[in-house]
């Protein structure tokens, strides 16, 4: 019921990002430094907008995509997706969400390829889809000859939909295209980017703006993937700057 003002000789930061902000981390920090220079706070480990089809988003929403490969930008990760009624998320997303999000931001929109049998050789899968039968639907062929689960079925449906080449299956269902449009909120993101800039601190994580005040965690400029990665890295710098102001208070 009142105000108590404290003047400690050492203060540590640890007030995190902007994302999950219903747990009180929304980044409403960065007004309290404004002499600080700070990387604008961005959605990390998350997944991106998607313009599905009402049909995809209905019957879909919430499927999971296993056993899958995704490449953007010369790198590829294996892992899991799944649809969400606006876009795609999940392990092998967040894994290249950071070149994702910047490339959305320099071009508006970025182009995910998806494998969805990245266990199997194209020439080999094109063997299995060669010579399809008359009176066998793509949906049943695509499940049969290529193993497809449905929601990857209604992913290449959906792709030939928007003009993706009909006459070479394995390669759609080896590169699947996926053109992402935003970046989910950050408040629904794992994790943010941005931050205090590291020039605003010495080698002890305190501000050379404000001595006696150190910053860890997520309020720092850095990214991580999200996991084990993302939590040590918040430990340590936490480590770091606590032993950094428990001996300034005591020098």
Known sequence: DDV???????????????SWPRLGSDGGW?????DCAIAPL??????FAVA???HLRTRFAGAPLKRIALTFGGTTVRGEAVLAAGGIEGGAVYALSAPLREAIAAAGTATLSVDLRPDLPRDALALRLGGRPGAVSL?????????LSPVAIALVQEALHAGAP??????LVKALPITLTAPFPIARAISSAGGLDWGEMDDRLMLRRHPGVFACGEMLDWEAPTGGYLLQACFATGRAAGEAAAAYAAG
């Open 42 to 47: 961005r959605p990390s480990n998350m997944g």
């Open 139 to 147: 949906s049943s062929h695509l499940r049969r000859a290529g193993g």
């Open 30 to 34: 960065v007004s309290l430094l404004p």
């Open 52 to 54: 599905w089809s009402d």
């Open 4 to 18: 108590v003002q404290e003047r400690p000789r050492a203060t540590v930061l640890a007030l995190g990002g902007a």
């Open 166 to 171: 009909r006459d070479d299956l394995a390669a």
